[in-house]
């Protein structure tokens, strides 16, 4: 009983304590719920124009469904996702389309780090060694494709002379990830030299100081440092990489199999418009990407970042 | 907070306005009204063609201020063409009133009903004095959905220095290139085989005259057979017997063009175009220039040709159909018609008194060829479903040189199939 009173007397001496708290979180409640109302249109917005469409392709995607012919829709269950597993040509493409992602994105890993001590170690004329390397980023892809097209057509092109590279299976696909790299190089060196940005000094004059060649420092100190920027570097260019398509569209269109997934989803529901198997591809597309970023932070999820623990 | 509030809340009013302002400019985008009220009709295909203003001008004259005939640019191959216009017709645009639509997607937009049935008046209007083949290309289920503009046979084109006698047969073609060869003089037999619709026009006309077909009448099952494999064999041996160019499978009609231009073709197959343009490409060459039919693939039996050509259909969702007949009409009256053939496009017209025209027999020393052909000549299959069957198709035969008749035939007999009951997917 007289805990209880005492007690009382606590609560009744932190009252005024309370009260201000309550005004206080009341005024964040308030604050908060114009921060929601702030938010909802853009909310709206976001769920119109991705959750909607996202959720209508799965859906379309359990349907026969041609434009052409549009009041015969019918519920097919499963079924176009058992014709396109079970084909060839999206099989061929997922490899094709698995080939460039690694090399491309091993390719432009290398070279962007490259590219990246260069312009964090630029002392002379920085400002314009970083400009420079990242025009290629600043051209739209369409316009540089038909350059690199048009520079490797027979006859005319500055790099082809008398051969037609893009009339072959594996020439053209060289040349599509040689367009690729060129392309994204900056954007990794971009993501990498922010990362070199954090690499104390003082770490790499001790180290050397203590007799580390240069190609140790590298190793031992600045990739284990910079492994967050290069998960996020490499992350982002795979899930990329992955969806490529107006390369590919403009230097040989899928001719001599050298379509990507995203080639043959275009293909069969825009050319097609078979909006049942398009959709369904279009799924497929969207769960590879999803796993490939789930195995990501799986394999390398230590060194992810805000869970470092280097 | 509340201050920043208040920042905020005019840029989301002014990003309201924008937006409504960007919606009511893409509503009126699709009205189509000139600015001093005179409707516009749209036209889509056709009107990059060489010398085109000079048809639509005074069909714009004619029009006497009750409408204005605007040609729009659409890509140049008809792929790409058919995308532009499957793309928007799916969402139902009112901004495309003409449309130039290539023979073969007719099925395709009747069926889903993008374009409008001419019935009445204008379907006499539309087919007076009118070859029937090019009608047959503008009709579906026995109902006209296209006005035929201009129609299109391949002929055989030779060299009358090197081959002094027109091959008649296909078996003369190779025998004159293979004599050639062996003169060391220009032989090479120059064809369309690259993987596009031209190869599947090559590849029908071969497999028509040899008496087959892909699809039965109605287009409901694959009729592949004996025949195919035929025709087949007649690609794979010309792609492998060293009398076809080396760039076979890259070869379009102006690389066949240019084989022929640059003497190092003797006999091709090619569009009508081949003449006018020759006579500015290369003169020497246009001279030499000999044409006859297709040859009998089939010895005794005459060739087949596969039409080609334009018809232009009024969309549905046009907002004033009858002027954009009325537009239409003119844009392939006997006047118009007589320019399109005689300007470098070449359009080879669709009505009869045309081919009486003094200038007309002039320029077109081939014309009973053409007329010929024209009646033996097939369409290619008539389905809602053609371009997934030309695809397949295409795809299949590529390259040539890889052609394995039995087996091709098999491949080609499945997908083919799988096409008409909706299953399998597009490369």
Known sequence: MSTTVAKQDVTKQDEG??????????????????????????????????AYPILYAIYLSFFKADLRTPDANEFVGLGNYITVLSSPIWWSAFGITMFITVVSTSLELALGMLLAIVMHRTIVGRGLVRTSALVPYAIVTVVAAFSWRFAWTQGIGWLAGDSAPLTEKWPSLWIIILAEVWKTVPFMALLLMAGLALVPEDL???????????????????????????LVAVLFRTLDAFRIFDNIYVLTSGANDTSSVSIVAYNNLIRGLNLGIGSTMAVLIFITIAIIAFLFIKLFGAAAPGQGRS | MK????????????WLVVGSLASATLAACGSGTASGGVPVVNLYGSASDADFDKILGPCNDAAEGRYKIVGNLIPSDADSQREQFVRRLAAEDEGMDILGMDVTWTAEFAEAGWIRELTGEKKEAATADVLQPPIDTAT??????GIPRSTNVQLLWYRKSLVPEAPKTWDDVLAAAKKLKAEGKPYIIGIT??????????????????????VNEDSTKVTVDDKAVEALGILESLANDGLASKSLSNSQEPEVFAQMQNSEAAITINWPYVLSAMREANK?????????????????????????????????????????????????NPESQLKGALSAAGNVPV?????????????????????????????????????????????????????????????????????????????
């Not at chain 2, 005794?300 to 232009?312: C, H, I, Q």
């Open chain 1, 17 to 50: 304590v309370d009260i201000a708290k309550r005004r206080a979180s009341e005024g964040k409640r308030a604050e908060q719920k114009l921060g929601m109302l702030l938010c909802a249109p853009a909310v709206v917005v976001m769920l119109a124009v991705t």
């Open chain 1, 204 to 230: 790499l004059k001790a180290a050397s100081m203590d007799g580390a060649t240069a190609w140790q420092r590298f190793w031992k100190i600045t990739v284990p440092l910079i492994k967050p920027a290069i």
């Open chain 2, 3 to 14: 201050a920043s509030a208040r920042r905020r809340c005019p840029k989301l009013a002014a």
């Open chain 2, 140 to 145: 579906w289920e026995d109902k006209l959905y």
């Open chain 2, 193 to 214: 085989a690259a993987q596009y619709e031209g190869y599947v026009v090559g590849f029908n006309t071969i497999l028509s005259s040899l008496g087959g077909t892909l």
């Open chain 2, 284 to 332: 020497d060459v246009a001279a030499d220039l000999g044409v006859t039919r297709i040859p009998e693939f089939a010895p005794g039996t005459p060739s087949r040709a596969t039409l080609g050509g334009m018809n232009y259909a009024i969309s549905k969702y046009s907002t004033h159909p009858d002027l954009a007949f009325e537009a239409a009409m003119c844009l392939r």
């Open chain 2, 351 to 427: 009505i009869r008194s045309v081919y009486e025209e003094p200038a007309f027999v002039k320029a077109y020393p081939m014309k009973d060829d053409i007329l010929a052909e024209m009646e033996t000549a097939v369409p290619r299959p008539k389905t809602p479903l053609y371009q997934n069957i030309s695809t397949i198709v295409s795809t299949t035969l590529s390259p040539p040189d890889s052609i394995d008749p039995e087996q091709t035939a098999d491949e080609l007999k499945e997908k083919i199939q799988q096409a008409i009951d909706g299953q399998g997917i597009l490369p």
